[in-house]
């Protein structure tokens, strides 16, 4: 599972780089690693991404029929998220995504905004080079039996400071 989210990362950053890879022209390329465009997610996984993406939302599942990871995009947008639900296995994959991400010398672990509160996990990290923030969320325990969003993976780009 912890593969797939990073995957999903991955591709979040490929794409919000202005290289446009989550879209029905390169689905050659997405089927390869296992990914397809899809019209239709779930109403939560619908609902929870709608505030950042509110007009023309794309969608890619990662993973076979059975999997419960989609990537949420729009086009030209600074921003991704991955979102992963109906599964009680999120809160290790979680973990383990985050805890690969600050092994890497490439990004930075924000202690000032990470934490737990209300019974949810939030770890920011970002890169280095400060133009990327990685958001992730998920309750601090699995909620309902795995059932819903268990995951958030937000991938966005800073924008550059005005002179």
Not at 81 to 91: E, G, I, N, P, Y
Not at 105 to 119: E, I, P
């Amino acid at each position: 599972m912890s593969d797939r989210i990073e995957l999903g990362f991955k591709l979040c950053a490929q794409h919000i780089l202005r290289d446009g890879i989550l879209s029905i022209a390169h689905s050659d390329q997405l089927a390869e690693l296992g990914v397809r465009m899809v019209e239709s997610v779930s109403q939560d996984v619908r609902d929870n991404s709608a505030p950042l993406f509110p007009a023309n939302p794309l969608f890619a599942k990662i993973g076979d029929s059975g999997s419960s990871v989609f990537i949420v995009t729009a086009v030209d947008s600074t921003a991704c998220r991955v979102v992963v639900s109906d599964t009680d296995a999120a809160l290790n994959a979680r973990i383990d995504f985050v805890d690969r991400l600050r092994a890497t010398s490439s990004w930075v672990y924000d202690t000032r905004r990470s934490g737990t509160a209300s019974g949810y996990m939030k770890d920011e990290l970002v890169i280095k080079s400060g133009h990327m923030i990685t958001i992730v969320n998920g309750p601090q325990l699995v909620r309902d039996e795995g059932r819903g969003i268990q995951v958030f993976v937000t991938v966005a780009l800073i924008p550059k400071a005005s002179p």
